[in-house]
């Protein structure tokens, strides 16, 4: 039996945004700009987007009222933001009830809309967006409540953004969609796509998506999902986190992790030091991302990547590390309902090939006043040059 | 964002409604047989089957200004009457509750039990009324049908949005403080311990597989949370034991209701905002409302019954001082509803209006077209 403390990490300051985040599945994205010294992030509530800079020395605080093709005040709710990190260029991504919404990173101009086709849906079905990721160096896949994954096809500058396809392999709202943060091995996906019911698809990217594996559900919604280095880590409503190999679809581990549904799943490589995101609770200051911090002298703390794209960590000359090199072990993050913030070592025995997991860490999460608060979003930042951790306590609206 | 929302909304609501007016009559000592006419009547107009009919259609839930006028005419179906204070207390109880219940519903499908405990407590408000029952029970059979085929995902859904619903209301209610499910700026207390939900396992068991899916490795973890397995899940028929306490009514002669009416958090930004922002919404909402109090056949109050006032506060007194003292954040008010300009839209509502009758003429009123709109205005 081993017991978890939460003595891995520290909790720092808490960082207050302007409202609450709203309760859904990966409500939380970071973009750091080490170039910058800085680190974004955002979540959204009703039909706006907070985000706050952080600069290690203070906070500066926006919100984004999406726009719905023109309109100039949506109605729509959000269900999603991320940022897109691709080569050329990085973009803000907003899923809503009418479609998705393209903006420059910090939100500036809208670069494209795409309208959701009320009539691919059932009626009395919900209608809306919901999955982002960029893949493939070139496309962003955004997931639908139809469970169509569109794939645009995004140019190194400019508007002239397309549907480049459209994949058709999921019956039910797709929850969450994850690209390879590492490297994929020979004839591995670099692609996951998540949905409602559980089922799991992995794909290749390119000018023409390949499915190259379907995990079949299991009765349970999966909400969140992340590949890494051909493993698959998905996060279940009924508290599960399991890992999968992506080229076959096995099931490697099985961890009954969380009391309940989970909401978020982030992944780390062992390099450097971690900082932990976790999404949380206004409390009655403020709605108080809390940042936590590795605690000194600790061996094996890790740098953990962006919630949804990766930017490549960078040398202080500006040229990316490549991803290629960072093998397991890793470590993967995991946030519920439970309130629970898990840290799970994820290694790979070289002889039997076995994948192996373990709790780091482990500790609910407590709003300023001492109750217990739900968590919605974790992400983890890249190793921040100025030290500041950032991660929001999760949320009991 | 579900379209399936608002049947489980207003059932709830309504169920919460009841639980607080039943309450409060014992306190006020009303006659029983004013009172059990009051609970009759509401209940009769709630489970109206035209009514039922249009809240079953799918579509999105609208805002909690819209939502409340609809509660203000059912709390006025009988002879009984509230101030405006008193029903603003009482909508913030009903809302409280039930935001409460559904944050903590172990599984998103649980909120169906909630309704289910909601629904066996009205039935056994009107035992005695065998032909109101029918109603009760056809609403049963209707939500079975609309539910029970749906995922754990569209639960959820649900529920996400019923939460989005309720985000930022955090106004104290004193037995859920005392209770300590509550503390004291306004927020839900998550428990780290009991059963875990249905279908879900206690944490702590690592399970790990070969290439062949044989398991070659177990091992465990402890975390601060002290989980054990449910025994049984709760029943999802007509009759049964639901196991969930959620849902039954907290209210007793000793555990009376009261809320503390202090402001929410600092957090006014978006609630302000709602009141500022002419609501885009607004012709949507006035047909909903249209839609839906069409339904509602408001009983006539027989010449021999007198109508009496509830109080939801222990003294009159009190209940002025509280509407005076209402902080502007959560006032109810509706700003400007441009739907007058609609011809056709009005002499739809004045045809309705005219089937609805309210106790006490309105002085003064300009048109029946215009009382539902005089009516949120004055919301």
């Not at chain 1, 933001?81 to 990085?90: K, M």
């Not at chain 1, 992340?226 to 409503?237: D, E, H, P």
């Not at chain 1, 703390?301 to 202080?316: D, K």
């Not at chain 2, 909690?64 to 909508?91: E, F, G, P, W």
Request: charged share 20%; proline share 6%.
């Amino acid at each position: 039996m081993a017991a978890a403390t939460s003595g891995m990490y520290r909790k720092e300051k808490s960082i207050q945004l302007k409202s609450s985040s709203a309760a859904l599945y990966n409500n939380l994205s970071v973009l750091p700009l080490p170039g910058r010294q800085l680190t974004c992030f955002s979540t959204v509530h009703g039909p706006s987007l907070s985000m706050v800079t952080a600069d290690g020395l203070g906070f500066s605080h926006r919100q984004l009222q999406a726009k719905e093709g023109g309109m100039t005040v949506s109605t729509s709710l959000l269900t999603q933001a991320a940022w897109c990190v691709l080569p050329s260029r990085v973009l803000l991504v907003l899923t809503s009830q009418k479609g998705i919404q393209m903006y420059e990173s910090d939100g500036s101009i809208m670069v494209y809309w795409h309208a959701l086709d009320v009539t691919e849906h059932p009626p009395a079905q919900a209608v809306f967006a919901r999955g982002i990721a960029a893949a493939g160096g070139r496309f962003i896949c955004v997931g639908t409540s139809s469970g169509l994954v569109l794939v645009f096809d995004i140019p190194p500058k400019g508007t002239n953004i397309m549907v480049s396809e459209v994949l058709e392999r999921h019956c039910d709202a797709i929850t969450d969609i994850a690209a390879e943060l590492g490297q994929a091995p020979d004839g591995a996906g670099d692609l996951v796509t998540a949905d409602d019911a559980g089922t799991l698809c992995v794909w290749s990217t390119g000018e023409e998506f390949a499915l190259l594996s379907k995990i079949p559900a299991f009765g349970c919604t999966c909400s969140s999902v992340k590949l890494w280095n051909g493993i698959v880590a998905a996060g279940y409503g009924n508290g599960q986190i399991r890992l999968y190999e992506a080229t076959t679809g096995l099931l490697r581990a099985e961890v009954n992790a969380h009391a309940r549904w989970i909401y978020a799943l982030d992944l780390a490589p062992q390099t450097g030091k971690v900082w932990l995101a976790v999404l949380g609770h206004p409390t009655p200051a403020a709605h108080q991302p809390g940042v936590w911090q590795p605690a000194d002298g600790q061996a094996g703390a890790a740098s953990l990547p962006q919630h949804t794209a990766l930017p490549p960590p960078r040398h202080p000359s500006g040229l990316p590390v490549p991803m290629a090199s960072v093998p397991l072990p890793l470590q993967l993050l995991s946030g519920a309902e439970d309130s629970f913030v898990h840290v799970w070592k994820l290694s790979r025995n070289l002889d039997t090939d076995d994948v192996e997991v373990s709790l780091c860490s482990s500790s609910p999460q407590w709003g300023a006043w001492g109750r217990l608060v739900v968590l919605q979003g974790i992400a983890a930042l890249w190793g921040h040059s100025t030290g500041a951790a950032l991660s929001s306590v999760l949320s009991l609206w | 964002m579900s379209a399936r929302t608002l049947p489980l909304l207003f059932l709830n609501l309504g169920g919460e409604m009841l639980y607080i007016l039943d309450q409060r009559l014992r306190a006020q000592s009303i006659p029983g047989d004013k009172a059990r006419k009051v609970m009759n009547d509401i209940i009769t107009t709630m489970f109206n089957k035209k009514f039922m009919e249009e809240l079953f259609k799918p579509q999105e839930l609208y805002s909690k200004k819209a939502l409340r006028t609809v509660y203000d005419r059912l709390a006025h179906a009988s002879i009984m009457r509230l101030n405006q204070a008193s029903m603003d207390k009482l909508y913030d109880l009903m809302t409280m509750a039930f935001k409460y219940q559904v944050l903590l519903c172990p599984r998103p499908k649980d909120i169906l039990l909630v309704t289910f405990n909601h629904l066996d407590a009205i039935k056994d408000f009107i035992r005695d009324a065998p032909g109101i029952l029918n109603q009760v029970d056809e609403t049963f059979r209707q939500l079975t049908e609309t539910y029970s085929c749906l995922s754990a995902g569209e639960f959820q859904l649900i529920r996400q949005t019923l939460l989005i619903f309720f985000q930022d209301m955090h106004i104290r209610v004193s037995i859920f403080l005392k209770d300590k499910v509550q503390n004291s700026n306004g927020r839900f207390v998550l428990p780290i311990s009991g059963p875990v939900p249905w279908g879900t396992e206690v944490p702590g068991l690592i399970r790990m597989f070969n290439h062949n899916g044989d398991e070659v490795k177990r091992t465990e973890f402890t975390t601060g949370g002290n989980y054990v397995l449910p025994q049984r899940e709760g029943s999802f028929d007509l009759y049964g034991d639901r196991v969930l306490k959620l849902g039954t009514n907290m209210y007793s002669v000793s555990r009376p209701v009261e809320t503390h009416m202090s402001g929410s958090s600092k957090n006014l930004a978006s609630h302000a905002k709602e009141n500022i922002v002419p609501n885009p919404l607004a012709k949507e909402e006035l047909n909903f409302l249209a839609r839906l109090l069409g339904g509602l056949e408001i009983q006539k109050p027989g010449g021999s019954e007198t109508g009496f006032r509830l109080n939801l506060f222990t003294t009159d007194e009190e209940e002025e001082n509280a509407a005076l003292t209402r902080p502007e954040e959560l006032s109810y008010k509706v700003i400007n509803i441009e739907a007058t300009q609609e011809p056709g839209r009005r002499a739809e509502l004045s045809r309705i209006m005219g089937e609805l009758e309210v106790a006490e003429p309105r002085p003064g009123s300009a048109g029946k077209g215009e009382e539902l709109l005089a009516l949120m205005d004055g919301l």
